[in-house]
C-alpha cells in the first residue's frame, strides 16, 4: 500500500515519505497506516482489506493548494477523504528553526484480495 500512496503523490510538489522525512525541505509529505481490518468476507475468506491512512502536510509557509492537490489525488486514485485538522507545531529545541504548520489528512480505502 506505501507504494498506492507514494505513485498517488509523485510529483506533488513536495517529498513525500513513509512515517518519517530527513530531508531538509520546508514544505513535505509524510504518511502512515492504521486500522487496517478485514472488511468483506465470505465462507471463512477475506475478500476486501479496509485501510485507515493518515497524511500529514508540513510547511512553513502557505499549503492551502499542496493540500488541494493532495486531496485530488488521494480521491482519483481511490481514497476516500474522512478527516481533517489545521495544526500547527512549535518550535522545541535547537534543531527546530521555524514554526511549523501541519495539516492532517485522514482516508480509507478498501482493497479487494
Same mark, same amino acid.
Given at each position: 500500500?506505501?507504494? &498506492?500512496?507514494?505513485?498517488?503523490?509523485? #510529483? &506533488?510538489?513536495?517529498? &513525500?515519505? *513513509?512515517?518519517?522525512?530527513?530531508?531538509?525541505?520546508?514544505?513535505?509529505?509524510? *504518511?502512515?497506516?492504521?486500522?487496517?481490518?478485514?472488511?468483506?468476507?465470505?465462507? #471463512?475468506?477475506?475478500?476486501?482489506?479496509?485501510?485507515?491512512?493518515? &497524511?500529514?502536510?508540513?510547511?512553513?509557509? #502557505?499549503?492551502?493548494?499542496?493540500?488541494?492537490? /493532495?486531496?485530488?489525488?488521494? #480521491?482519483? +486514485?481511490?481514497? +476516500? %477523504?474522512?478527516?481533517?485538522?489545521?495544526?500547527?507545531?512549535?518550535?522545541?529545541?535547537? +534543531?527546530?528553526?521555524? %514554526?511549523?504548520?501541519?495539516?492532517?489528512? %485522514?482516508? %480509507?480505502? +478498501?482493497?479487494? /484480495?
Amino acid at each position: 500500500m506505501n507504494k &498506492v500512496v507514494i505513485d498517488a503523490l509523485k #510529483n &506533488v510538489g513536495a517529498p &513525500v515519505s *513513509f512515517q518519517e522525512y530527513t530531508g531538509s525541505a520546508t514544505t513535505y509529505i509524510t *504518511f502512515f497506516f492504521y486500522n487496517e481490518k478485514g472488511v468483506f468476507h465470505a465462507e #471463512n475468506e477475506e475478500l476486501a482489506t479496509g485501510h485507515s491512512l493518515q &497524511v500529514d502536510i508540513w510547511s512553513t509557509g #502557505n499549503y492551502s493548494s499542496l493540500v488541494k492537490e /493532495v486531496k485530488t489525488r488521494m #480521491n482519483a +486514485t481511490g481514497f +476516500t %477523504r474522512t478527516f481533517a485538522a489545521d495544526l500547527y507545531e512549535e518550535p522545541s529545541g535547537s +534543531t527546530q528553526k521555524a %514554526r511549523i504548520f501541519h495539516k492532517a489528512l %485522514r482516508f %480509507r480505502y +478498501t482493497e479487494f /484480495v
